[in-house]
Antibody, heavy 121, light 106 residues
Framework: QVQLVQSGAEVKKPGASVKVSCKASHYTFTAYYMHWVRQAPGQGLEWMGIINPSSGSTNYAQKFQGRVTMTRDTSTSTVYMELISLRSEDTAVYYC??????????????WGQGTLVTASS | EIVMTQSPATLSVSPGERATLSCRASQSVSNNLAWYQQKPGQAPRVLIYGASTRATGIPARFSGSGSGTEFTLTISSLQSEDFAVYYCQHYNNWLTFGGGTKVEIK
């Protein structure tokens, strides 16, 4: 059974950075692209970007360019999402989600449980 | 960037009735369109991809149609577990979500 297990909730002050992890199991980690999506309280889903776990190459939504970095560790089958210069508007649940086929932009078949990041003074 | 617009924002439906949700793309996304269901406190789950293909384990009462810029998700006979928020997503060489439609009990 494919699993994506994310790190726990974080509380950060505005201006700080946060790094969320997503550990994959029960499938070939390098064979499927991984995406990050966030959801502010009571709001919709917002796509942040994509990482190729095989090569490490990334593409980020324009809104997050310069503030987000996605990386991976193939030895532990883990992807990471770091967001810097946090503002109150970054308070959200952050999800990792696996693209269902070998293609980069394809539907998401498995999601992590979500990580609540709170940016507050 | 392709903008996905969902309507209505809220749909009030009685159990057993039919629900029709719409999603419009600002430019053609071919059939690269998926629908997700999200319940409170849970991650979304995929219902439909390729505009009309049901994902594994999704009941037949869920159906999708459309191509290009206009798409529809139909729930033929609403069950209690179907009251949730539904999102469309295009994945045509990039990716964006619609704003969502909340299906609530009438």
């Amino acid at each position: 059974q494919v699993q994506l297990v994310q790190s726990g909730a974080e509380v950060k002050k505005p201006g700080a950075s946060v790094k969320v992890s997503c550990k994959a199991s029960h499938y070939t980690f390098t064979a499927y692209y991984m995406h990050w999506v966030r959801q502010a309280p009571g709001q919709g889903l917002e796509w942040m970007g994509i990482i190729n776990p095989s090569s490490g190459s990334t593409n980020y939504a324009q809104k997050f360019q310069g503030r987000v970095t996605m990386t991976r560790d193939t030895s532990t089958s883990t992807v990471y999402m770091e967001l810097i210069s946090l503002r109150s508007e970054d308070t959200a649940v952050y999800y990792c989600a696996r693209a269902q086929s070998g293609y980069d932009y394809s539907p998401f078949d498995y999601w992590g449980q979500g990580t609540l990041v709170t940016a507050s003074s | 960037e392709i903008v996905m617009t969902q309507s209505p924002a809220t749909l009030s439906v009685s159990p057993g009735e039919r629900a029709t949700l719409s999603c419009r793309a600002s430019q053609s996304v071919s059939n690269n369109l998926a629908w997700y269901q999200q319940k409170p406190g849970q991650a979304p789950r995929v219902l439909i991809y390729g505009a009309s293909t049901r994902a594994t384990g999704i009941p037949a009462r869920f159906s999708g149609s459309g191509s290009g810029t206009e798409f529809t998700l139909t729930i033929s006979s609403l069950q209690s577990e179907d009251f949730a928020v539904y999102y469309c997503q295009h994945y045509n060489n990039w990716l964006t979500f619609g704003g969502g439609t909340k299906v609530e009990i009438k």
